[in-house]
């Protein structure tokens, strides 16, 4: 089962291939890589990595951003929200002993992407409703993380211009 969500994950990372593409590391649940890919005005994350109680966690978020209100040099901090998807394998702790769960989430962070390098920072949170083997119940994920920014150029902007596929938040 691991060979298939690692398999999923590349699967899909190869279908945005040809877009603008943010890879990087999460630390929190999951603990493990990240990728974010444009969808429109939106945006489709997606995390592969170890849970707090060990195991394989595959975790996909489609996520919808306002302007935050809280200004960093002069542009406004993107706040983003939208519904999580999230499926473990292997997750075990002290209470129950689950092989698989699956779990829905409401995702909400902030992102903030650097002016002058290609990197940014990301913090979510996502409480939500999680269910294994035997058991049903709230659970919280999120976490804290970084992603370089892969710009696929096809054409400079003009002067004045945003470049296109950089940070549609902003």
């Not at 707090?52 to 996909?60: E, K, N, R, T, V």
């Not at 983003?80 to 909400?108: K, Q, T, V």
Request: no cysteine.
């Amino acid at each position: 089962m691991k060979k298939s969500i690692v398999f999923i994950f590349l699967a899909v990372m190869t279908l945005f291939a040809a877009r603008p593409i943010e890879l990087g590391f999460v630390l929190g649940e999951p603990t493990g890589l990240s990728a974010r890919f444009p969808a429109g005005g939106n945006s489709i994350d997606l995390h592969l990595g170890s849970g707090y109680g060990g195991g394989f966690s595959l975790h996909g978020s489609y996520l919808f951003s306002t302007p935050s209100g809280i200004l960093i040099e002069g542009r406004n901090l993107p706040f983003y929200y939208g519904p999580r998807i999230a499926f473990s394998e292997g997750r075990r702790d002290r209470w129950r002993n689950d092989r698989s769960s699956l779990g829905i989430f409401f995702d909400m962070g902030l992102n903030y992407m650097f002016r002058e390098i290609p990197f940014n920072l990301f913090f979510g949170l996502a409480p939500g409703l999680r269910s294994g083997h035997d058991n049903f119940g709230f659970s919280i994920a999120g976490g804290i993380g970084f992603r370089y920014v892969f710009i696929k150029e096809t054409a400079k902007p003009r002067k004045g211009e945003k470049p296109k596929g950089v940070d549609v938040n902003w």
